[in-house]
Structures are given as C-alpha cells and as structure tokens.
C-alpha cells in the first residue's frame, strides 16, 4: 500500500521537524516484522468490525479468520486483542440513539491541509451530527494518547471531508484502542475548532511537503522512530550536552553530576547503536565507512548433517536414551501458545516471580525501590 509524504501516523514528527518527511523518504523501510503483525492484527480487527456492523455468514468469517490464522506472525493472543477493540466499537455504537453510518479501513483526504496528504481510518461511525473515528494500536512500546493527537485531527478534518455535505457534522470524538498496553482514550473537539486547527497547519504543511525548515529534536524523534536518526546531525548534537561536565573542579563527578550523566549517557548509548546498525548496513552495501569493516562474529561448531552423526553414534552402540533430552517450552512459549488469557486461566497457580537481579533506574521509573533484605528473604522462600 502506498503512503502520503506527510501521513498522518507520523504528523507529530513533521509538524515539530518539517524537513523529516523528505529526509526520511529517501532511506530504506525499517519498520520490518512488527510493521507487518501490526497489518495482520488490523486485518483480523477489520474482519472482526465488519462481521458486527454489516453481517457476514458464518463460513465466510471462518475462512477469512482461518486465512489469518495460517499466517506465521499469528498469535493467541491477537485474538483477543481485535476482540477488545470490537468490544469498545460496540461501546461507541451504543452512544447513537440509532444505527450509525459505519465505515471501517476507509480511505481519508486531508490534502487540503496537507499537500497530498491522506490516510486510511480504522473506523468511522456517523450519525445525529456527531462523527467518531476510533483507531487501533497494536503496539506495544510507546504509548499514544488521543488528547489533541495530530493524526486524529488529521483523519478527522479527511473524515470531514467527504462526509459533512451529507451528515452535516457538528462535534469529533476521536477513540484510540491499544490493548497490548492496556490503553484506551478519546477527546472530542468541535468542527470550529477542529477547521481553525487545520487552518494553522497549512504553512508549516507546506514547509514539511517542500522538506524546508530547520530539523528540531524532541521527543517524536525517538517515539515516531525517526530513520534519520543515526545521522542526523541535529539529533547528535544533544549529545553535546555532556560536555557541560568537563573543565570543571574537583576532578571528579560528584554524585549529583553522576545522576545527570546518567541520563545523558543513555541517549548517547542509544544513538550509537543506531549509528552502528546504520553502518554495518552500510558496510554489507559495499559503501565506505572510513576506519571500520565488517567481521565474522562468533560462531558455535554445528553437525553438517546432524542424521548422519547421530547414525554413526547410534551404531558406535550408544544407546538412544543418551543422544536426546526431553526439554519442557518455557513459560513464555506456554503463553503464546494458550494465549494470556487461556494460560491465566489454567496456569496462574503455578506461576512465581523470583526477585530480579538489582538494576539502576531514573527516579520516574513506577517500579518500587529494590530492597536486598528483601530480596534475600524472597530468595530463601522460593529456595524452601
Ligand atoms: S532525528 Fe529528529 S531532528 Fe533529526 S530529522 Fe528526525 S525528527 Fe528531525
């Protein structure tokens, strides 16, 4: 499927960086296997919405559903996920005083606010002047928030587009669903201010399409994974930050500075696994990186032809018994294969959490202080 320069899904990015657009259309797609379980699970969530709101025979539902089922990044527990976000289009349903208009995976147009820019809405409900656009996340590490989220308006003020002539539209809610972090939220806005919104875009729209403008670092760098960030110059210089520590007295940090280089010094180690990554891709492309190459890793010897060794063992006289282990999956294996709710049911009683090994944190971080008296008590416990 084709993408608009400026999608709403990364309109955090460009509205903050509008030179981020062209800069990352000219690198490769990363996005890679989380990218494509993503599709997957808006397939089975599609599929799902469509069977509630429009009708679908049973046997065309479990061939469809089957199809997706055979797909190798297929879990249990997707299931139950697209289960989640049907239930909340339920929800949202209910809201009308009778049976909205309801679209699912439609095509919107913001091209009037952004150049070219368009986009494809989970879902769409419409009725007594209000509009609702609920959009399902699959992910798993950043959190979204739908509280004056750009790629909401964005659909939004599409959504507007091709349906205010007929539905004369007055208020937006706007939904997201993100089960796998246990993440619902919605905020309504009025069509006024919604337009008025969509009104001050439209310069900087136009600088991120023509790619002018200064690139400014902030936080949708890291959480709209930019592709520029291993070389963008505007990135690395936050890195300079660290440099506010040097030249000074006593010749030591103080524990204090320690607390802040810590901080630093994450981002520093983030970026340079970028950068690494950035070159070793490069270096497999046969492109120059000055001073560095590629090298084998380690590597494990292995049986060419693992029958054929296990035969001559066998006929050296070593009993079978001894050439294989009878391994039990582990837990985690377990839980993919029932699903979390499936394995919570029938596994939870069996399930312990032995204390983990000490390990630093920012003071943000929600988890509870580690405590070695404690973790020696747990220790003796789960010992007993
Ligand atoms: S890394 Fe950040 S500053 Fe650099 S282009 Fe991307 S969004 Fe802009």
């Known amino acids: 499927m084709s993408h608009a320069l400026l999608s709403a899904s990364a309109a955090d990015k460009w509205l903050h960086c509008t030179p981020s657009a062209r800069m990352e259309s000219v690198l490769p797609d990363t996005a890679g296997e989380s990218a494509q379980e993503g599709s997957l699970a808006h397939e089975l969530a599609e599929l799902k919405a469509r069977r509630h709101f429009h009708g679908m025979d049973k046997g065309a539902f479990t ?116 089960p796998r972090m246990s993440n619902i939220s919605s905020w309504t806005i009025n069509c006024e201010n919604l337009n008025t919104w969509g009104e001050s875009i439209k310069p900087v729209s136009q600088m991120a399409f023509d790619g002018s403008g200064e690139c400014v670092v902030g936080g949708w760098c890291d959480s709209h994974f930019c592709k520029c960030r291993a070389t963008c110059r505007a990135y690395m210089e936050r890195m300079q930050r660290v440099t506010q520590f040097m030249d000074k007295l006593p010749p030591v940090l103080t524990d204090d500075e320690v607390g802040q280089c810590l901080t630093l010094a994450a981002d520093i180690k983030k970026w340079y696994s970028l950068l690494e990554k950035y070159a070793m891709t490069a270096l497999l492309e046969g492109k120059n990186i000055a001073g560095w190459k590629v090298v084998e890793g380690r590597s494990n010897r292995a049986f060419n032809d693992i029958d054929q060794a296990y035969k001559a063992l066998s006929v050296s006289g070593i009993d079978e018994s001894l050439l294989y282990k009878r391994v039990p999956i582990t837990l985690t294996d377990c839980e993919i294969m029932l699903g979390k709710k499936g394995f919570s049911e029938m596994l939870a009683d069996y399930v312990v959490k032995p204390p983990g090994k000490p390990t630093i944190a920012p003071e943000s971080d929600p988890r509870k202080n580690y405590n070695p008296a404690m973790a020696d008590f747990a220790g003796l416990e789960s010992n007993k």
């Open 63 to 178: 061939r469809k559903f089957n199809k997706i089922k055979s797909n190798e990044l297929y879990i249990v527990d997707m299931d139950h996920d697209t289960d989640t976000y049907v239930e909340y289009l339920k929800d949202v349903e209910m809201m009308f005083s009778s049976k909205p208009y309801a679209v699912f995976e439609t095509k919107v147009d913001y091209s009037h606010i952004a150049p070219e820019g368009f986009g494809t809405a989970d879902s769409i409900m419409i009725g007594g002047g209000h509009l609702h656009i609920v959009d399902f996340k699959y992910g798993k590490t950043v959190q979204v928030d739908c509280v004056d989220n750009p790629q909401m308006k964005l659909y939004a003020l599409g959504a507007l587009k091709k349906y205010d002539l007929l539905y004369d539209i007055k208020d937006i809610t706007l939904h997201i669903v993100q």
